[in-house]
């Protein structure tokens, strides 16, 4: 109890991007409980093991230390499922949905935290935005697990196609890459329903569930919003350059392109190889023998990751966009910056400015702090901590050889990566008005 003097003098306002990291961080205690139970096992398990699963799947990020498909029963690959879908939509999004089903009024503060949940600036329509997601996602995930379903259920029976259908659904859309076998998908690598059904859903919902609610509802170029127009730009033109570029470096490659029995195949995990690295961890050739260059250019996908307001990390395709107008915008000695017949303000540039540079500053840090502990081959490493920052769950192997610090590190970044943008923004949306005015002056730049 506060003593009298304290009582009505002491107000801690705690920032709803801080509660909603802490709502995160307890789902993640959640899960690794729940991970921990007999039952959840088919071998026990450590708590370090544990704890690392469960931020991998609330994180949608999908690095795992141990195979989820062997050493978890159902009921804890349910476990893995639920938290990666909590995860990927949003804690607040369920609640909101939870309510909205019971006929519960959405109060003020829950409309808050919804709006920094969901990365939005306003808190008008946004029920109409959960409501959508909840159409989007249903839609999506009850067509994948039919469309996989001719693919798992005739290989592994109904009871369990089915569940396999349903589980790599869910990871799909969620973009967290978790899979239930040891080698990923690489036996399916020729299969054209898997190579087309898979990334259609880690793409469908790497975009961004307003980008895909304009889709479905506008359906024309010119009503889209700029939002829209700069993700389905972006989005396109980044998916032809990893295609390309992942087939040109690795077609020759033994272990991986050269290696597949025909051309067919190859271009088909050319395909699903390509757009992987910016959002989701599939894989279906062997990432620890791709090329170096190949590795040096999904570290490059990864940190761009996907769309705003989507089951994606990374610093978000529009980010990236801005960033690339504003350094043309300052060769050509532009004050403002336009795109599509639309202008953007100061405010957009100073907030990507400071999200990439927060972002760099997080990768480089951990990069730094897990080569303390480890002297492993160091392209590894940093390929580990990018994807996870970027929560794409790709590995080239170091996953399984970190340490119980190295783990922390990894947690840590994949945390960031998820949640990170959400204290950003508030920070961002702190203003205060300057007592004192300073003459200006310069520094010297380049």
């Not at 600036?121 to 935005?129: F, K, M």
């Not at 396109?236 to 295609?243: A, E, F, Q, Y």
Request: aromatic share 10%; with cysteine.
């Amino acid at each position: 109890m506060r003593p009298k003097w304290l009582r009505g003098r002491i107000r801690v306002d705690v920032p709803p991007p801080a509660i909603l990291a802490s709502l995160y961080a307890a789902l993640i205690v959640a899960g690794a409980v729940l991970l921990k139970l007999p039952l959840a096992t088919t071998m026990p398990i450590t708590w370090s093991d544990a704890v690392f699963t469960a931020a991998s799947a609330v994180t949608v990020t999908g690095l795992v230390v141990f195979d989820p498909g062997s050493q978890l029963t159902i009921f804890g690959q349910g476990v893995v499922m639920v938290l990666i879908h909590l995860g990927g939509l949003g804690l607040m999004t369920f609640a909101v949905l939870v309510l909205s089903m019971l006929g519960l009024p959405i109060s003020m503060s829950q409309r808050i935290f919804l709006r920094d949940d969901l990365n939005q600036t306003s808190i008008y329509d946004l029920l109409l935005l959960v409501r959508g997601i909840l159409k989007v996602v249903l839609a999506s995930e009850l067509a994948g697990v039919a469309l996989l379903s001719f693919v798992f259920v005739p290989e592994f029976g109904v009871a369990e196609g089915l569940w396999q259908a349903l589980f790599h659904t869910v990871s799909a859309f969620n973009n967290a890459g978790f899979t239930l076998f040891p080698d990923g998908l690489s036996r399916w690598v020729g299969d054209p329903i898997v190579n087309l059904v898979v990334p259609a859903l880690f793409i469908f919902g790497g975009l961004g569930f307003i980008v895909v609610t304009e889709l479905y509802t506008k359906r024309t170029w010119r009503s889209f919003s700029l939002h829209t127009k700069l993700m389905i730009v972006g989005t396109s033109g980044l998916i032809v350059w990893s295609v390309l570029c992942f087939a040109a470096l690795e077609w020759t490659n033994p272990r991986t392109l050269g290696g597949l029995d025909s051309i067919t195949d190859r271009l088909w995990a050319s395909w699903f190889q390509g757009v992987t690295p910016r959002t989701a961890g599939f894989n279906t050739v062997d990432i620890t023998a791709i090329h170096d260059s190949t590795a040096m250019m999904f570290m490059s996908l990864m940190v761009i990751g996907g769309g705003s307001t989507s089951t994606a990390g990374g610093i978000k395709v529009t980010t990236f966009i801005v960033l690339l107008l504003a350094t043309t915008a300052f060769f050509r000695r532009r004050a403002q910056l336009h795109v599509f017949g639309r202008r953007l303000g100061t405010d957009e540039v100073m907030k990507v400015l400071a999200l990439a540079m927060v972002s760099m500053l997080t990768v480089f840090t951990a990069i730094f702090l897990i080569t303390i502990s480890h002297d492993g081959n160091f392209l590894d490493l940093a390929f580990e901590v990018t994807s996870a920052f970027g929560t794409v769950g790709l590995s080239r192997g170091a996953t399984g050889e970190l340490d119980e610090f190295g783990r922390a590190v990894i947690i840590a970044v994949m945390f960031i990566g998820r949640v990170g943008p959400l204290t950003l923004g508030f920070f961002l949306a702190t203003r205060s008005k300057p007592r004192i005015g300073y003459p200006q002056s310069k520094v010297f730049l380049g």
